[in-house]
Antibody, heavy 119, light 110 residues
């Protein structure tokens, strides 16, 4: 079935690192740009990062630039988000999201994985 | 980069019509498509309008979208409100290397 499944969330101390993974299934993974979108507790949605089809191009929100790295392995139908120098304000549910092949909207979301940055 | 501003909350009665606005801070609203997502508590968002006014298959005709260049804003209109429409709604747009969401609007159907 067509789905995205995230993993890797948890509790981490400020300043430490964490890596999130997202596995896609049921569709041609390499045909889609893939994004991470986060949602802090009780707050709205915030775009975090994007990796295009072959993985050669990445884009980042200013709030995470220089600290987070997005990558993908199309042979494993997986994208990653390497997060370093984590801050309390990075606490959020992180969603893996598929961008349509027509490059117009987000058409498939994972269930999300919670990252809590706390000492 | 631009921002999208939405009202924090709106409320209306079942059967009525409600409109949620989304104002772009700079640049022309018509320059880049606007999307609308519905998010119910505990769930991931789902698309209800894309490309300003297009409805994905499976989304009821009660949902419609528009843009207004004079106010530099987009709008989501829901007619014939049902209690199941109670949710948060987010507008979203993008430009080169940049994607942005509005702050979200809590719709209460009472």
């Amino acid at each position: 079935q067509v789905q995205l499944v995230e993993s890797g969330g948890g509790v981490v101390q400020p300043g430490r690192s964490l890596r999130l993974s997202c596995v896609g299934s049921g569709f041609t993974f390499s045909s889609h740009g893939m994004h991470w979108v986060r949602q802090a507790p009780g707050k709205g949605l915030e775009w975090v990062a994007t990796v295009l089809y072959g993985g050669e191009t990445q884009y980042y929100a200013d709030s995470v630039k220089g600290r987070f790295t997005i990558s993908r392995d199309n042979s494993k139908n997986t994208i990653y988000l390497q997060m370093s120098s984590l801050r309390a304000e990075d606490t959020a549910v992180y969603y893996c999201v598929r961008w349509t092949t027509t490059a117009v909207y987000y058409d498939l979301w994972g269930q999300g994985t919670l990252v809590t940055v706390s000492s | 980069n631009f921002m999208l501003t939405q009202p924090h909350s709106v409320s209306e009665s079942p059967g009525k019509t409600v409109t949620i606005s989304c104002t772009r801070s700079s640049g022309n609203i018509a320059s880049n498509y606007v999307q609308w997502y519905q998010q119910r508590p505990g769930s991931a968002p789902n698309i209800v309008i894309f490309a300003d006014n297009q409805r994905p298959s499976g989304v009821p005709y009660r949902f419609s979208g528009s843009i207004d260049s004079s106010s530099n804003s987009a709008s989501l209109t829901i007619s014939g409100l049902k209690t199941e429409d109670e949710a948060h709604y987010y507008c979203q747009s993008y430009d080169h290397a940049f994607w942005v969401f509005g702050g979200g609007t809590k719709l209460t159907v009472l």
